[in-house]
């Protein structure tokens, strides 16, 4: 696989910008959905979305505007991130959910893609809506 693009679950992948940018892998890789998770980095992408229009091709885009640093608040941002790639996954009849630790997710990713390292901060919030999610789980239940 492209050192740029890691397929972490069966349809589901991870990339850098550069994966992001190029409509022919992400075709190849029957990928629909990107997600990026980044400042100002839109028109970077607007060559690949110009592509697939031309192409006749389309990729489904959110753009959730954070930098890289610890004091960002991913945590404002997350649910929706994570009903983008939900409705990616599911319109292509993969299961994501598997009911696993924050912790066990980075192991995961990290398994197949080594550069994965999340700032301390991200990481925090991640274990905080983790247990927020599992406090609302307990709840419904």
């Known amino acids: 696989m492209n050192e740029s693009l890691n397929e972490i679950t069966p349809g589901l992948y991870l990339g ?3 994966a992001a940018r190029n409509p022919s892998l992400l075709n190849e890789c029957q990928i629909t959905h990107v ?5 100002s980095s839109l028109g970077l ?5 110009d592509t697939a ?4 091709t389309s990729f489904r885009h959110l753009q959730i505007e954070l930098d890289d640093l610890p004091d960002e608040k991913l945590y404002e941002r997350l649910e929706e991130g994570v009903e983008f790639i939900d409705s990616a996954l599911s319109s292509s009849g993969v299961v994501w959910k598997d009911n696993i630790s924050v912790g ?5 990713v990290q398994g197949k893609r080594k550069k994965a390292r999340p700032n301390a ?3 925090r919030q991640l274990v905080e809506w983790e247990k927020r999610c599992k406090e609302k789980s307990s709840e419904e239940t």
């Open 35 to 39: 997600l990026t998770v980044a400042r």
């Open 45 to 49: 992408l607007s060559n690949t979305l």
């Open 53 to 56: 229009a031309h192409d006749g």
């Open 104 to 108: 066990q997710a980075l192991e995961i």
């Open 121 to 123: 901060g991200f990481y």
């Open 16 to 18: 850098d910008i550069f």
